[in-house]
């Protein structure tokens, strides 16, 4: 049974790219989520998405944007980045229609913003 | 809104000795609390949860006590090992469908030594 995975491993950007970033739950798993965790913090909730919808956003500009597709796996994308857009990006699954849930972490994504 | 507070890290300790990592927590209603543990170039692993008061969730020798009254989640070991070395995350996440977003601590590295 695989669970969450996440591509690329790491990831170098100049300022002012663009970049996607891609997750697939965990099978039997229907929700993605995805944080950001700068170097040396707790990861920061971007956003929630279920049924190919965003649910929830944290606290993050409209430069952050994702998608989901019919087969639950997810892509996150960051515009114009900056270089404080440096950090590990996590994508979490779990099942939505739950009421205790639990989160399952890929690997993460190291991106690196020069 | 939530938050997450863990004491201030890094603790350092020789191997077999007891371990305390404190953890509070500022919620409305009764979140899910739970202990992530990240290795060096890993994703977050969950160690153990607690879903309501006195709950006490327990993993590999590690253990947890949702306190309620102290708005508490201090995680305890009573002999570490070098292998226990990783950085410990606090976080909360309020349960029922639709929960969405977890929040976390800014993380406690623990460095075990032989």
Redesign the interface.
Same mark, same amino acid.
């Not at chain 1, 993605?32 to 190919?52: C, K, M, N, T």
């Not at chain 1, 994508?91 to 993460?108: H, I, K, N």
């Not at chain 2, 607690?50 to 306190?67: L, Q, W």
């Given at each position: 049974d695989a669970g969450v995975t996440q591509s690329p491993t790491h990831l170098i950007k100049t300022r002012g790219q663009q970049v996607t970033l891609r997750c697939s739950p965990k099978s039997g798993h229907d929700t993605v989520s995805w944080y950001q965790q700068a170097l040396g913090q707790g990861p920061q909730f971007i956003f929630q998405y279920y049924e190919e919808e965003e649910r929830q956003r944290g606290n993050f500009p409209d430069r952050f944007s994702g998608h989901q597709f019919p087969n639950y796996s997810s892509e996150l994308n960051v515009n114009a980045l900056l270089l404080g857009d440096s950090a590990l990006y996590l994508c979490a699954s779990s099942l939505f229609a739950t009421v205790d849930y639990e989160q399952y972490f890929g690997p993460g994504t190291r991106l690196t913003v020069t | 809104g939530d938050s997450?507070t863990q004491m201030e890290g890094p603790v350092t300790l020789s191997e077999e000795a007891f371990l305390t990592i404190n953890c509070t927590y500022t919620a409305t209603g009764y979140p899910?609390l739970f202990w992530?543990v990240q290795y060096p170039g890993?994703?977050?692993?969950?160690l153990l949860?607690a879903?309501k008061a006195d709950d006490k969730g327990s993993n590999k020798g590690f253990e947890a006590t949702y306190r309620k009254e102290t708005t508490s989640f201090h995680l305890e070991k009573g002999s570490v090992q070098v292998s226990d070395s990783a950085v410990y +995350?606090c976080?909360l996440?309020r349960? /029922? !469908?639709?929960?969405?977003?977890? !929040? +976390? /601590?800014? /993380?406690t590295t623990l460095t075990v030594k032989p």
């Amino acid at each position: 049974d695989a669970g969450v995975t996440q591509s690329p491993t790491h990831l170098i950007k100049t300022r002012g790219q663009q970049v996607t970033l891609r997750c697939s739950p965990k099978s039997g798993h229907d929700t993605v989520s995805w944080y950001q965790q700068a170097l040396g913090q707790g990861p920061q909730f971007i956003f929630q998405y279920y049924e190919e919808e965003e649910r929830q956003r944290g606290n993050f500009p409209d430069r952050f944007s994702g998608h989901q597709f019919p087969n639950y796996s997810s892509e996150l994308n960051v515009n114009a980045l900056l270089l404080g857009d440096s950090a590990l990006y996590l994508c979490a699954s779990s099942l939505f229609a739950t009421v205790d849930y639990e989160q399952y972490f890929g690997p993460g994504t190291r991106l690196t913003v020069t | 809104g939530d938050s997450v507070t863990q004491m201030e890290g890094p603790v350092t300790l020789s191997e077999e000795a007891f371990l305390t990592i404190n953890c509070t927590y500022t919620a409305t209603g009764y979140p899910s609390l739970f202990w992530y543990v990240q290795y060096p170039g890993e994703g977050l692993q969950l160690l153990l949860k607690a879903t309501k008061a006195d709950d006490k969730g327990s993993n590999k020798g590690f253990e947890a006590t949702y306190r309620k009254e102290t708005t508490s989640f201090h995680l305890e070991k009573g002999s570490v090992q070098v292998s226990d070395s990783a950085v410990y +995350f606090c976080a909360l996440r309020r349960v /029922g !469908t639709n929960a969405g977003k977890s !929040t +976390f /601590g800014d /993380g406690t590295t623990l460095t075990v030594k032989p």
